[in-house]
Structure formats: structure tokens, C-alpha cells
């Protein structure tokens, strides 16, 4: 059984190398990770991950992986938090520019429709005018003619 001694507070710089943020997957020596309980005075049964060589070597002061599990889950919290913060930014800005180039869409639909609108009464008025240029000049024939 490994005896780990201490607060975590004490041994943050000879764990330097060993902290890790969140549930550790691997030492970096290449070792897997075991979950343990603490048999400190400080700490007593409070769970924690470590380095598999160094609980079976029961090495101490070491910079092997050590890491309070409920440290390591309230990490991970911290990053799930994080995470869908970050996800939900990206969202609103995707919905943003979405809503932006449907507004623009739309405008140009819009546009699009006006100049349609305007191009039909410019043809329409066209045709009455010569309709009535070619009603006068009848009027005017068969008047003459008269
Ligand atoms: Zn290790």
C-alpha cells in the first residue's frame, strides 16, 4: 500500500511534474494510472489516482502522478463548463451570422421584387402610352378623314 503523507497544498512542487488537469489517462512514465485510498492522517480514505510504478514502489516525494479524484472530476466539471460555454458562444455566432445573411437574403429577395414591380409598370405604362399614341393617332385619321 502506497502512504502517501501530506496536504496537496505541500506538495505542489514536488508533484510538479506529476499534476495533471482533470482524470489522469497515463504517467508520464508511461505506466497506467490506479485509483487509491488515502491513508494520511491529513487525508484519511479520500480517494486518488496514481501512478501505478510509483504505488507499487510506494515512492514518495516523487514526481509520478498523484491526483485527488474529486479534484480531478470537479476539473473535469470545470472543463465540461468551459467546453459548453465556448460551444454555446460559437452557436450564438453561427446564429448571428445566419440571421444576418437571411436578413441580407431577404433584402435582396425584396430588391429583387421592387425592380421586378418596377420593370413590369415601366412595361405597362410602355404599352398604354403607345396604345394611346396609336388611339390618337386613329382618332386623328378617321377625323381627318371626315
Ligand atoms: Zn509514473
Redesign the pocket.
Known sequence: MSNISGSSSSSTNVHER?RVVGVPKR?????AIVAKNSKSDHNPNRRYFR????AGNKLMNDN??FKWIDEALLDEVETMKEFISETMKVEKKMQMELEKKMEMELEKVIFERIEDVKAEFKSRMNKMIIVSVLGCMIIFGLVKLI
Open positions: 506529476g504517467c508520464w512514465s508511461g505506466e501512478c501505478v510504478y510509483a509520478h502522478v
